[in-house]
T-cell receptor
Framework: GENVEQHPSTLSVQEGDSAVIKCTYS??????FPWYKQELGKGPQLIIDIRSNVGEKKDQRIAVTLNKTAKHFSLHITETQPEDSAVYFCAARLYNFNKFYFGSGTKLNVKP | NAGVTQTPKFRVLKTGQSMTLLCAQDMNHEYMYWYRQDPGMGLRLIHY???????AKGEVPDGYNVSRLKKQNFLLGLESAAPSQTSVYFC???????????FGQGTRLTVV
């Protein structure tokens, strides 16, 4: 199977600063990498995703980068706001497998 | 605009009791998943289904059974609950294996 490691487990930043969360995966056959945000008491919600044929993707203040050679991908949040405070999960999907492997999560705290 | 609905939201079971968690989606998705979420361990796949009448094991299937008799419903059963099954359970659905998964609100299960 696939093994996804996520760091850091907790991250505290000041409002307006940037936040970076990193994930590594073990199987080079993984080809789809989504990021989910989970607010307290709710289910995870997709915020951005990237496929293996793309190196970077951006959506307003959120960006994801993928380095296939090193087998790692990162989530970048710029100009953080208190409403960005949540738990963030990365995930990877092996090509031709019908399931995702999730990282252990990062609790982001944005201090006003 | 329901999306993915899980019932119940909370449940307390005694060791050895049985119960069924219901997941319903109204998006006509082929793929459905059951995950459990434990502190520091992210989301772990219990069972999944790639279409009506199909089921498959995930990472942690022991002690659970599932059924997908109708496309819109995915049931998770615990035949004889154990304290180790105390967790938050999430159902998710997606149109394909490499597209956004939509999650339910979760079911908090406590086994005493």
């Amino acid at each position: 199977g696939e093994n996804v490691e996520q760091h850091p487990s907790t991250l505290s930043v000041q409002e307006g600063d940037s936040a970076v969360i990193k994930c590594t995966y073990s199987d080079s056959a993984s080809n789809y990498f989504p990021w989910y945000k989970q607010e307290l008491g709710k289910g995870p919600q997709l915020i951005i995703d990237i496929r293996s044929n793309v190196g970077e993707k951006k959506d307003q203040r959120i960006a994801v980068t993928l380095n296939k050679t090193a087998k790692h991908f990162s989530l970048h949040i710029t100009e953080t706001q208190p409403e960005d405070s949540a738990v963030y999960f990365c995930a990877a999907r092996l090509y031709n497998f019908n399931k995702f492997y999730f990282g252990s999560g990062t609790k982001l705290n944005v201090k006003p | 605009n329901a999306g993915v609905t899980q019932t119940p939201k909370f449940r307390v079971l005694k060791t050895g009791q049985s119960m069924t968690l219901l997941c319903a989606q109204d998006m006509n998705h082929e793929y459905m998943y059951w995950y459990r979420q434990d502190p520091g361990m992210g989301l772990r796949l219990i069972h999944y289904s790639v279409g009506e009448g199909t089921t498959a094991k995930g990472e942690v299937p022991d002690g659970y059974n599932v059924s997908r008799l109708k496309k819109q419903n995915f049931l998770l059963g615990l035949e004889s609950a154990a304290p180790s099954q105390t967790s938050v359970y999430f159902c998710a659905s997606s149109s394909r294996a490499d597209t956004e998964a939509f999650f339910g609100q979760g079911t908090r299960l406590t086994v005493v």
